[in-house]
């Protein structure tokens, strides 16, 4: 997507050889463009959510892969290298899901053959995801679509919530991907952006991608999704996801769960933008077997910004040595979804329409 009119990817290989990312810790404050060079470098940048989005953590790790491979392409590296990527975080499946493609690509091979297979596949994984994510967009364009209808071509306003956006993915975004092709198609589209607390995923990356492509939106606290809901102002909520069970449970963003039973409760569709390497088909029940990241209390008890002198800064918002608790997902069940928008199409949440969708990747 565009910064300043500008195409970019969330990461990329440069001619050189070298893989670079945004440092999305800095957004929207400051466009912080770095090189990853080391396997060390791919785990830190996930672990401490450089980059972050399931699409792109799984992209990531791809590259990661490719850079170790360059580096020592023997088997032990290989395996080794599955397993340090792999501990950096634990929900989405994504993560999993490149880490096992690369490796199913690169086993077979010599070792002196892995580094450039290592790049090429990586580079296609990351094109797969735009379509992808393309795809999901055109998909989700006609539930938008059908909205504006029915209301006459009126606004159509959609909730949604963290950052399921083009940062989250290699371009384009899952969630987002419906509202730029909904604009791009003259739709009168607006957008509640959930703040989405504690690293403020929505406040900091969906309003700079909205605002950086002159969509209509509001930032709103993640509490007052709700209440908006039982006022009439939300007509959709769109979301994007970490992992979804074969029989459609959506592990997302924390605090999700909640908004999703508050469109139950006030008869709003709520909707998953689901890339099919974010389904995993290993696992049906999503509360009990999809593992929950817990990240450091000082997210809760700390928030970045910037200061009145430009400067980012970290300031602490509860008394010293505050205990806090910061569950980074939960699960929605699926009986919650009112459908799942993938690649090839909408279909129900449940594990017949889900299996029927991708009869090449389901689980028997
Ligand atoms: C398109 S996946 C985006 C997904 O990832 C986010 O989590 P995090 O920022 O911690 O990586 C959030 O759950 C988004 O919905």
């Not at 910064?3 to 990329?12: E, Q, T, V």
């Not at 990586?122 to 967009?137: L, M, S, T, W």
């Not at 309003?207 to 509001?218: A, I, T, Y």
Request: proline share 6%.
């Amino acid at each position: 997507m565009k910064i300043d009119g500008k195409p970019y990817r969330s990461i990329w290989r440069e001619p050189s050889g070298e893989v670079r990312i945004i440092d999305q810790r800095w957004l929207p404050h400051e466009l912080r463009i770095v090189p990853l060079a080391t396997r060390q470098d791919f785990a830190d940048a996930i672990r401490d959510m450089w980059v972050r989005g399931a699409p792109l953590i799984g992209a990531t790790a791809a590259y990661g892969v490719a850079v170790q491979m360059a580096a020592d392409p023997s088997d032990a590296s290989l395996r080794e290298t599955w397993e340090v990527l792999h501990e950096t975080r634990p929900t989405a499946i994504n993560l999993k899901w490149a880490l096992d493609e690369m490796t199913r690509v690169l086993q077979p091979l010599p070792p002196e053959a892995r580094a450039e297979a290592a790049y090429r596949r990586a580079a296609e994984i990351c094109d797969e995801d735009v379509e992808i994510n393309r795809q999901i967009g055109l998909h989700g364009l006609e539930i938008i679509r059908e909205i504006a209808k029915k209301k006459g071509g009126g606004r159509v306003n959609v909730l949604t919530h963290c950052n399921a956006g083009w940062p989250a993915t290699v371009d384009w975004g899952t969630a987002t991907s419906p509202i730029y092709h909904a604009v791009e198609d003259g739709i009168d589209v607006h957008v509640f952006v959930d703040e989405t607390r504690p690293r403020n995923q929505g406040a900091q990356l969906t309003s700079w991608e909205l605002n950086s492509h002159g969509v209509s939106h509001d930032l709103i606290v993640d509490n007052a999704g709700g209440h908006m809901m039982q006022h009439g102002e939300v007509d959709l909520v769109i979301v994007g996801t970490d992992r979804t069970t074969a029989r459609g449970d959506v592990c997302n963003k924390i605090g999700t769960y909640l908004k999703a039973l508050a469109a139950k409760a006030n008869g709003v569709p709520f909707y998953v933008a689901l890339p099919s390497p974010t389904i995993d088909w290993t696992v049906s029940d999503g509360i009990r077997e999809i593992p929950i990241e817990e990240r450091g209390g000082e997210e809760v008890t700390h928030v970045q910004g910037r200061d009145a002198g430009g400067n980012i800064v970290s300031v602490q918002i509860s008394p010293d040595g505050t205990p806090a608790r910061n569950p980074a997902f939960d699960v929605t069940p699926a009986e919650l979804v009112t459908g799942l928008i993938t690649e090839r199409g909408v279909c129900k949440a449940d594990a017949a329409a889900m299996a029927a969708m991708f009869p090449d990747l389901a689980k028997g």
